[in-house]
């Protein structure tokens, strides 16, 4: 069974801050998402401090399995234009969990669309942006009612090269 925990503010645990840290540098996450270098420690307490803690449309919440009583994963929200109310999302499963990521992956979009519908902002969009060749991201998405908008040609370029990504979003 899985939970969502937030990520507080203040008083933030190094052990999630090394499970964040840890993940987005693995090699494996690293070709799906779109930055390009690993994180070292330093880096990390600064993003914290000087990103997450002073911006309040930032958050993130960590997927628990309540019964191994570990971490898996990862929601991340960034709410965009509360005028649009739009929010882009995204979500990293651990290298250590990806074999069983079929059970995981669908459970965790459906959370992550859940989890929204209870703001108080009152978000009525979502949207994630993938490399097209994460296929199982892309299914797992589409599965749970996104919607491919289109693709945006050379969106980011990530080991020098330009990428496409697509933009698929969910209405609520």
Known sequence: MLRLK???????????????????????????LFHTKKITRIE??????????????????????????VPIGYVQYHIESLIHRR???????????????????LKIVKMMIKNVKGWKDNIHRLEIKIFPEDVSRFNSLTNCGFEVD??????????????????????L
């Not at 990390?44 to 009583?69: C, G, S």
């Open 6 to 32: 937030f990520l507080y503010k203040t008083n933030c645990s190094w052990q999630n801050f090394e499970f964040l840290r840890i993940t987005r540098s693995n090699p494996n996450i690293d070709k799906y």
């Open 87 to 105: 929010c882009s999302v995204g979500y990293v499963i651990a290298p250590e969990f990806s074999i069983m990521k079929k059970k995981y992956e």
């Open 150 to 171: 289109g693709i945006i040609r050379d969106y980011i370029f990530k080991n020098f090269v330009p990428r496409d990504v697509y933009l698929l979003s969910y209405l």
């Open 44 to 69: 990390q307490e600064n993003w914290y401090y000087e990103t997450y803690a002073k911006d309040p449309n930032f958050l993130i919440w960590f997927v628990y399995d309540i019964e191994m009583q």
